[in-house]
Nanobody, 126 residues
Framework: VQLQASGGGLVQAGGSLRLSCAASGRTFSKYSLGWFRQAPGKEREFVAA???????????DYADSVKGRFGISRDNARNTVYLQMNSLTPEDTAVYYC?????????????????WGQGTQVTVSS
């Protein structure tokens, strides 16, 4: 299983970026897909997750710090998860990681996830 994250870069405050994470090696339609981030000197923190609820329904969850600004979505046909980031601030600067987990519980905990991407740098200038 491999996860390839892309879409990071340098953007001015107030701008937008869209991160993508393509998974290969398995179909993840019934798994939780999450985004985390880690700033220098800080622990990895939850950003957003999209969880399978059964059938064809999914739930999205967000950290309070990004709620209303970020949107997570998935394309199961492409085995890809996206993170649309709007109204970016310098506090959003971090390496962003995508992850895949078998469980839909404890979706905000890194330990829930079984596979991780390599990370993509997002830098927001003031």
């Amino acid at each position: 299983v491999q996860l390839q994250a892309s879409g990071g870069g340098l953007v001015q405050a107030g701008g937008s970026l869209r991160l993508s994470c393509a998974a290969s090696g398995r179909t993840f339609s019934k798994y939780s897909l999450g985004w985390f981030r880690q700033a220098p000197g800080k622990e990895r923190e939850f950003v957003a997750a999209i969880r399978w609820n059964g059938g064809s329904t999914y739930s999205a969850d967000y950290a309070d710090s990004v709620k209303g600004r970020f949107g997570i979505s998935r394309d199961n046909a492409r085995n890809t998860v996206y993170l649309q980031m709007n109204s970016l601030t310098p506090e959003d600067t971090a390496v962003y990681y995508c992850a895949v987990g078998y469980s839909s519980a404890y979706y905000s905990a890194p330990s829930t996830y079984n596979y991780w991407g390599q990370g993509t740098q997002v830098t927001v200038s003031s």
